[in-house]
Nanobody
């Protein structure tokens, strides 16, 4: 069982930046594919970005060039650097870990991001 804990959310003005962090428990972090998802009020949860164990990243079009996902395996932590934030980025952001050995899927409790003036 993997436990994930997000932090770094908050209120930011349009054009501002935030960095989300997600710390994972256990000793297998380096093999997980990690992802950030978000869910806005009244909408379905959507994938924002992923990073594989090899460091390959993928982003949805709406955040490409503004968000960066990266990981520090020594700290069992994945990050989401969010720049040039827009009001439409407002959502609860969730960290996800996928274990390639058994496709186990784990979620954090979420952290709220609000982009507003």
């Amino acid at each position: 069982q993997v436990q994930l804990g997000e932090s770094g959310g908050g209120l930011v003005q349009p054009g501002g930046s935030l960095r989300l962090s997600c710390a994972a428990s256990g000793s297998r972090f380096s093999i997980y594919t990690m992802g950030w998802y978000r869910q806005a009020p009244g909408k379905q949860r959507e994938l924002v970005a992923t990073i594989t164990s090899a460091g390959t990243t993928n982003y949805i079009d709406s955040v490409q060039g503004r968000f960066t996902i990266f990981r520090d395996n020594a700290k069992n932590t994945v990050y989401l650097q969010m720049n040039s934030l827009k009001p439409e980025d407002t959502a609860d952001y969730y960290c996800n870990a996928e274990d390639p050995r058994d496709y186990g899927n784990y979620w954090g409790q979420g952290t709220q991001v609000t982009v507003s003036s």
